[in-house]
């Protein structure tokens, strides 16, 4: 991997860059937010204790969460979150095309597989039966439009320099879409797990009234976390370089 540049940890978390550069962060804190994003990530965490008592789901109740870096620009929107505050909501709310186990390692979820065999040319199969919270099925245009919403500079994306390496996309069929990358990268599976799938309708104004729609994140605090044949993540080349 070469040698961590801090465009690159400003492309994986900004608020967490600063940190980690100002040297206000040890290696110890960043670990043990590594190890939550993987519980996390893998669906480990409820954030009920009568769910943890009792084994049958009950409907309704209140969650009330304090969150340390909460402001007043929180979204739901996954282009424009910014804190952990925004990453743990959409934690909840979105399906990614893989997610990540327990190991920090993609695994299959909305997507059936992702596949290439030189790193430029990705093709990525969707899971069949799927369907968004109104009833709409998931198509491959859903995660076209999701993927390409973060290359739009108009939507000012947290992730539009991850997002600049999409050359191309195309639906081989309503299950399937081909991604060309503008060079290789390998890393495609571990950022998809990092990948909120949306409705191509939209309406992420929408967000914070109906919750019904869903928008691509490839963004959060643990994306660029762990990396294929165990190379270091970029968040750890940080710590190293911030602390010598």
């Known amino acids: 991997m070469s040698k961590f540049d801090n465009n690159d940890a400003d492309a994986v978390n900004p608020a967490l860059t600063r940190m980690i550069t100002e040297g206000s962060l040890s290696r110890r804190s960043l670990m043990k937010m590594l190890s939550a994003g993987a519980v996390m990530s893998s669906g480990l965490i409820t954030f009920s204790g009568a769910a943890l008592a009792d084994d049958k ?30 990453y743990t909501r959409q934690f909840m709310f979105y399906s990614g095309l893989t997610e990540l186990d327990k190991n920090l390692m993609a695994q299959p979820a909305l997507a059936e597989s992702l596949e290439s065999s030189d790193g430029i040319t990705w093709h990525i199969k969707l899971r069949k039966g799927v369907t968004f919270h ?22 000012a994306s947290i992730a539009f320099k991850l997002a600049d390496q999409f050359k191309t996309f195309s639906a081989v069929n309503d299950n399937e879409v081909q991604l ?39 963004q959060s605090l643990y994306a660029g976390c762990a ?12 710590w190293s370089a911030a602390s010598g």
Do not use: W
């Not at 009833?135 to 108009?154: E, F, Q």
């Open 57 to 86: 789901p009950v409907r309704g109740g209140k969650l009330r969460a304090a969150m340390s870096n909460a402001s007043a620009t929180d979204t739901l929107d996954p282009a424009k979150s910014n804190n952990s505050a925004d």
């Open 134 to 155: 109104d009833g709409k099925p998931l198509t491959a245009k859903d995660v076209i439009y999701s993927l390409s919403r973060h290359k739009d500079p108009a939507i």
């Open 180 to 218: 060309e990358l503008s060079s290789a990268n390998f890393d495609v599976p571990l950022y998809a797990g990092d990948t909120a799938v949306s409705d191509r309708a939209g309406r992420h104004q929408r967000f914070q009234q109906r919750h019904r729609h869903r928008s691509v994140c490839l």
């Open 227 to 238: 990396h294929h044949r165990h190379q270091k993540s970029q968040l750890l080349q940080a």
